[in-house]
Every structure is written in structure tokens, then in C-alpha cells.
């Protein structure tokens, strides 16, 4: 009987003992990748850049003009060239920003010491004299092997004058403007793709109502004729974040003929507009928020693109999001109109997340433009007269060109969440791609400042025989390089991880991005 007895306890221990087990067991931090089973193309224009006529981002940043000591290339900087080109960067959209919709492509063109000055009202009332116009722009273009992205004007132009910039660029034969471009010195036209058709013209770009954009998108985009073999892309001026109105109107009002893509803009800005909050001085919390509001890309490429659906099942219509990245308050003593801004560990965070969200949803998102290149805003770039750095949000554009113009591979992730106070997000986010070559690679963020996580990457419908790493992380969430000590944030090789069959063990450091070559 007492053995009986005995037995009973020991069983109800043990029963006890599992369901205990089973509720407070930490989560699984998992990813499930069937290799073999590839999806859309992660369009290389999703890497894509953006330089307005903007603080330094041109002036300063990219341009010096032909008879400066800092070394160029008919004006333009030799050593952002030679740092661009190493992201292979694939477009860069210009003039604008609300520049584009008061900028006057004519004022730009000719004899420099003649062209016009003006006044640049959105950026700091400083006077542009409009010494880098179209002819700079496309040589920059040239320069870095890249597409121009060009944005016309629709707040304060006219369709005769868009049109004409079209046929100025892109026309063979013999008409005014292509006879012009020769007089200026350029006999053969140049080839661009990539069109705007107004920038933010809910805001910046003219106060106007979604339906009335929609009507005056119809207009200008006729005359955005192709010429020859120049095939324009055609991007309408999208939504801001959750204007899901906007986006249903152009969708339901625009012929798809004329309308090859939608923009969308969506800024991190981790307090308030009014207060946005320092680049380098943050706490916990506002990194967490930081992140969470990044994190609400994935909802608004998700909700635009069923709004989308409905319209274009066919996906004719690229996602353009050609306005992301982070928004601070700029650094102290410098013009509040340049939007000058340090950036750290945590922008690197930020932009590994986006581009895995875009690379995610690269069914419809064919299109991505960081605001902005060079000392604008989430750059890649500072310079400081002839000194340059490269930011952290460099390295992973440089560490992601892998993903350019591969296959993506859907991936199946589970993992355990990132807390601070009652809040939760998930610690860690990923994206996954075969590239020509037939090599995968898995891009890994680890959000979580405190904590290592252990991951496990099951692989399947290959084998497994190599895994290289690269990864970007520091000591501090704030990190950041500096003209005193240009490489305090740079990418190391990354080895903290074990293969054991076709399952891949990896110690995700805390903060980290990593990026896995897996063969
Ligand atoms: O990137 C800075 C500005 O942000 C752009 O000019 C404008 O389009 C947006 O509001």
C-alpha cells in the first residue's frame, strides 16, 4: 500500500514538474528556410538612394565645384564616389523632396555663371545658384554606374515644362529642347527610367486633395512621353504613412498605362515631430519606440498593398517607397534647415529592419529610396570640408548588396520577444535570398541591447557544406563614427556559430545585424 502510494506521489511530481516546465519555457528562437523554394525577385532598385538639394547633401556633400582642392570629377567629390560605388548603388532619385516641386529644370542648364538664382524656401531660405543642374545630376549618375531617379516638378510647374525636361534628356532626334541639350554640350540623350510625377504633393508639393492629384497625375503623366527605346517608369506622388484614402484613389482614378508606381513616405521619428528626439542621446525606452515605430513599415506595406491588390491583382503597379529612414532633431548649433543629424548603432538597426521588410514584401515593393545619401537626415555619408566618414547604416547597405536582384526566400521565424516596461516586439527580424550563383544569404537583426540570443536555422532543400558571416554591432546602442575616430562602427567577420548537418547554431550577439553566406 505505502509503495503504492509512494508511486502516485512521485508520478504527480513529475506531472507537475512538466506542466511547469511547459508554461515557462522560454520561446523557440527559430527560423525554418526551405532553400530550394524561392519567390519573387528582391528587385536591386529596392537598394536605391536619394539626394535633394537639401543642407550638404549636394552642395558641400557631393558637389565642390570644378576649382575646389577637394579632389573631383568635374566638381563632383572623388571620395563619395569611390564610398558610393561600393554599395553598388542602383538608383538615386533628385532634385527632390519638396525641392522637386519648386525647382525649375531651365534655371539648371547652360553656361553656369548665367543660370539664375533662387531661393530655396524649404530648406533653410539659403540661395541656391543652381550651379549642379541636369547636366550634373546625370554625369553623377554616370560616375557611379547608377539610374537616375529624377522628380518633376507639379506644385509650381507646369505639364509644358515637365514635358519638355523629358524631351530635353531623353530625345535622339531633332526637336528644341534635344537641340538645346546639344547646344549645352551633351549630343547624345541620356536614359532614365525612374519619373516622378511630384513629391508629397498632399503637403509640401501643393495642398492637394488626393483627387485632385490623382485628375493633375493624369495630365502631367501623358506628356512624359517615351522616346526611342526610353521607356519611362511612371511614379505617381503616394500616400504618407497611413493615408490609405490617398492610395485607394490614385489606385481607383489612374489608368495603369501611365502609372507604373505609387510612393509611399514613412519616417521613423522616435518622439514627436515637434520634438524628434537626439541622434545620439537616448534611454531605453525611446531606442524601444525607436524600433516599434520601424517596425510599423511592415503594417503600412501590408495595408497599402491590399489596397493595391484590389485594384491591380496582377501587381503592374510597383510600391515606391522612396522616402524612409530616421528623423531626428538635428545636432546642436547647426541650421535647423539642413537636417543635419549623427547616425549611430541604432540607425543601423533600423535600416537592416526596413530593408528585411522590403525585401520581404518584394512582391510589391519594387522600389526604395533612404532619405538621404549625404548629410541628410539617415545618411550613409558625413564630410566635414575634405574629410568624409561612413555612418553605421553604410555597412548595411553595403552588407545587404547581397540581396540585390536575388530570389527571395520565404522564411519561418519564431522567436522570443524584446521587453521593456509592459511593451513587446519581437527580438529578432530576418530576410533571406538566392542569388544568381545559386548561394543563399540570411540577414539577421538582433533588437534586443541586452541580451544574446541563440538562434537555430534549420536549412532545408539544400546541402549545407560552408557558412560565412559579417556582422555590424558595438558596445553602445549610441556608437557612432566621428571625424576623430572614422571606424569606431564597422563591419567584422562573424563566426560565433556551429553547423552541425544542414542545421545552423548561431549566437546572435545583442544589437547586432548579421549577415550568413550559406553554401
Ligand atoms: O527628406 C526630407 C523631406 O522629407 C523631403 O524633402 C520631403 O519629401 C519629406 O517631407
Known amino acids: ?42 528587385s536591386r532598385h529596392i537598394y536605391g538612394h536619394f539626394s535633394e538639394h537639401l543642407g550638404h547633401c549636394i552642395y558641400g556633400g557631393i558637389w565642390v565645384g570644378e576649382n575646389s582642392p577637394i579632389p573631383n570629377t568635374r566638381g563632383i567629390r572623388n571620395d563619395v564616389v569611390a564610398a558610393l560605388k561600393r554599395l553598388n548603388i542602383p538608383n538615386l532619385r533628385w532634385p527632390g523632396g519638396c525641392f522637386a516641386d519648386e525647382y525649375h529644370w531651365m534655371d539648371g542648364i547652360g553656361p553656369r555663371e548665367q543660370r539664375p538664382k533662387m531661393v530655396n524656401t524649404h530648406w533653410g531660405g539659403v540661395i541656391e545658384d543652381n550651379s549642379f543642374g541636369t547636366h550634373e545630376f546625370l554625369d553623377l549618375c554616370e560616375q557611379l554606374g547608377t539610374e537616375p531617379y529624377i522628380c518633376g516638378n507639379v506644385g509650381s510647374g507646369t505639364v509644358e515644362e515637365m514635358s519638355k525636361w523629358v524631351e530635353y534628356i531623353t530625345f535622339d532626334g531633332e526637336s528644341p529642347m534635344a537641340n538645346l541639350r546639344r547646344k549645352n554640350g551633351r549630343d547624345k540623350p541620356w536614359k532614365v527610367k525612374f519619373w516622378g510625377v511630384g513629391n508629397e504633393n498632399w503637403g509640401c508639393g501643393g495642398h492637394m486633395t488626393a ?3 490623382s485628375d493633375q497625375f493624369r495630365r502631367y503623366a501623358t ?12 511614379i505617381a506622388g503616394g500616400p504618407s504613412s497611413r493615408d490609405y484614402h490617398w492610395m485607394r484613389t490614385l489606385m481607383e482614378k489612374v489608368p495603369y498605362r501611365i502609372m507604373q508606381g505609387v510612393s509611399l513616405h514613412y519616417y521613423t521619428v522616435p518622439k514627436t515631430w515637434g520634438d524628434k528626439g537626439s541622434a545620439t542621446e537616448f534611454n531605453e525606452s525611446e531606442y524601444f519606440t525607436t524600433i516599434q515605430k520601424t517596425l510599423f513599415m511592415d503594417e503600412l506595406v501590408t495595408q497599402h498593398a491590399k489596397i493595391m491588390d484590389q485594384f491591380d491583382p496582377k501587381k503592374q503597379v ?7 529612414g ?16 549623427q547616425n549611430t548603432l541604432r540607425d543601423a538597426l533600423v535600416a537592416a529592419i ?12 519594387k522600389m526604395a529610396n533612404i532619405a538621404q545619401t549625404v548629410n541628410v537626415l539617415q545618411a550613409m555619408i558625413l564630410t566635414k570640408d575634405e574629410k ?9 547597405f553595403e552588407m545587404y548588396k547581397v540581396h540585390h536582384d536575388a530570389a527571395l526566400i520565404p522564411l519561418n521565424l519564431s522567436c522570443e520577444d524584446y521587453v521593456v516596461e509592459d511593451k513587446k516586439i519581437p527580438a529578432l527580424n530576418a530576410s533571406a535570398s538566392k542569388d544568381k550563383n545559386g548561394v543563399t544569404h540570411i540577414t539577421i537583426t538582433n533588437i534586443n541591447p541586452n541580451k544574446q540570443i541563440d538562434l537555430t536555422i534549420d536549412i532545408r532543400g539544400m546541402k549545407v557544406t560552408s557558412v ?50 550559406v553554401k
Open 388 to 396: 568624409m566618414i561612413l555612418t553605421p547604416s553604410f555597412y548595411v
Open 1 to 42: 500500500m505505502k509503495s503504492v502510494l509512494k508511486f502516485i506521489l512521485i508520478l504527480s511530481a513529475l506531472a507537475l514538474g512538466f506542466t511547469f516546465l511547459f508554461m515557462f519555457k522560454a520561446p523557440e528562437n527559430r527560423i525554418i528556410l526551405n532553400a530550394d523554394q524561392t519567390a519573387d525577385t528582391i
Open 354 to 365: 526596413n530593408l528585411n521588410i522590403f525585401n520581404n514584401h518584394c512582391d510589391r515593393v
Open 223 to 234: 506628356y512624359c512621353r517615351n522616346y526611342g527605346d526610353n521607356k519611362l517608369f511612371r
Open 318 to 324: 510597383g510600391l515606391v517607397v522612396d522616402e524612409w
Open 211 to 213: 483627387e485632385f492629384y
Open 468 to 517: 560565412n558571416g559579417k556582422i555590424l554591432t558595438a558596445k553602445e546602442l549610441n556608437a557612432h563614427n566621428t571625424f576623430e575616430n572614422p571606424e569606431a562602427v564597422k563591419t567584422q567577420d562573424f563566426k560565433d556559430f556551429k553547423l552541425s548537418g544542414n542545421t545552423l547554431f548561431v549566437k546572435m550577439p545583442a544589437k547586432s545585424v548579421v549577415m550568413l553566406k
Open 326 to 341: 530616421t528623423w531626428y532633431n538635428v545636432e546642436p548649433g547647426t541650421n535647423p534647415g539642413f537636417l543635419y543629424q
